[in-house]
């Protein structure tokens, strides 16, 4: 018997477990963590279906960028499994007739053969100014290499098919939050402020003040999993 609660975390495009492994290990006293595999299939409904293979009955579900078209997708599965929600850098709405333009002729190139994962233009879109030449930087071009072309493809498929999801958002059957970093891009900001606009008037959100700061301490890390007033997953921010 573990009092550790049950976490399932859904990576972004071009991610794999590498894009998780800090937190998971972070939480480890008060997570049971699984990372879902997105790269194998090319719609949010068989990446659903295959994260839920996965999870246990019920859990805790975190999902950076495309992971929360995913996430969307799994709520409208199996609601009943879900206690708690985070939505990192993500979009509750389809593709803009200009982003799904963008996607299209990313993919267009891949038919000349010409996969470059990430780039030096896209990766400072992507993390802190601090972290493009370092580490981390060289982890997320890292990830996008071994994702690779073919799945980069059907995640691409996936995401300009994802139907719109913001009629789930409304919902007063669990704690949600979503989520975007003051460094995170105008646009993402945007996003995170239409998801909640468009479910001010019948679920309950929480504000900055509710928020606890990304595992400070133990007893702030055991509060935000075991389902207290204050919860968040701290912000990664990758793909989509």
Same mark, same amino acid.
């Given at each position: 018997?573990?009092?550790?609660?049950? /976490?399932?975390?859904?990576?972004?495009?071009? #991610?794999?477990?590498?894009?998780?492994?800090?937190?998971?290990?972070? !939480?480890?006293?008060?997570?049971?963590?699984?990372? %879902?595999?997105?790269?194998c299939d090319d719609s949010v409904e068989a990446m659903?279906?295959?994260?839920?293979?996965? @999870? +246990?009955?019920?859990? %805790?579900?975190?999902?950076?960028?495309?992971g929360g078209y995913v996430a969307f997708e799994i /709520?409208?599965? @199996?609601?009943?499994?879900?206690?708690?929600?985070?939505? !990192? %850098?993500?979009? &509750?709405?389809?593709?803009?007739?200009?982003? &799904?333009?963008? *996607?299209?002729?990313?993919?267009?190139?891949?038919?000349? =053969?010409?996969?470059?994962?990430?780039?030096?233009?896209?990766?400072?879109?992507? /993390?802190?100014?601090?972290?493009?030449?370092?580490?981390?930087?060289?982890?997320?071009?890292?990830? &996008?290499?071994?994702?690779?072309?073919?799945?980069?493809?059907?995640?691409?498929?996936?995401?300009?098919?994802?139907?719109?999801?913001?009629?789930?958002? +409304?919902?007063?059957?669990? +704690?949600?939050?979503?989520?975007?970093? *003051?460094?995170?891009?105008?646009?993402?900001?945007?996003?995170?402020?239409?998801?909640?606009?468009?479910? %001010?008037?019948?679920?309950?959100?929480?504000?900055?003040?509710?928020?606890?700061?990304?595992?400070? #301490?133990?007893?702030?890390?055991?509060? #935000? #999993? &075991? =389902? =207290?007033?204050?919860?968040?997953? $701290?912000?990664?921010?990758? =793909? $989509?």
């Amino acid at each position: 018997m573990t009092d550790r609660t049950a /976490l399932l975390l859904l990576p972004g495009l071009l #991610c794999d477990e590498r894009l998780w492994r800090d937190q998971v290990a972070a !939480l480890e006293d008060v997570a049971e963590a699984i990372v %879902a595999d997105l790269t194998c299939d090319d719609s949010v409904e068989a990446m659903a279906e295959r994260a839920l293979q996965r @999870a +246990p009955d019920r859990f %805790a579900l975190a999902a950076l960028s495309m992971g929360g078209y995913v996430a969307f997708e799994i /709520l409208r599965q @199996a609601p009943q499994r879900v206690t708690r929600l985070a939505l !990192l %850098a993500t979009s &509750a709405a389809p593709d803009s007739p200009e982003r &799904a333009a963008q *996607r299209r002729a990313a993919m267009s190139s891949m038919k000349l =053969g010409r996969f470059v994962g990430v780039t030096d233009r896209i990766l400072p879109q992507l /993390l802190h100014p601090d972290h493009v030449a370092g580490d981390i930087g060289a982890d997320v071009r890292a990830m &996008a290499a071994r994702v690779g072309a073919e799945a980069f493809l059907r995640q691409q498929r996936a995401i300009l098919d994802r139907p719109d999801s913001r009629p789930l958002l +409304p919902s007063k059957s669990r +704690p949600w939050w979503p989520s975007a970093t *003051r460094t995170f891009s105008r646009r993402l900001r945007k996003r995170r402020r239409s998801m909640k606009a468009f479910a %001010a008037r019948s679920c309950r959100s929480l504000s900055a003040a509710d928020i606890c700061r990304p595992w400070n #301490c133990r007893r702030r890390r055991r509060h #935000c #999993c &075991a =389902g =207290g007033s204050r919860r968040e997953l $701290g912000a990664a921010r990758c =793909g $989509g």
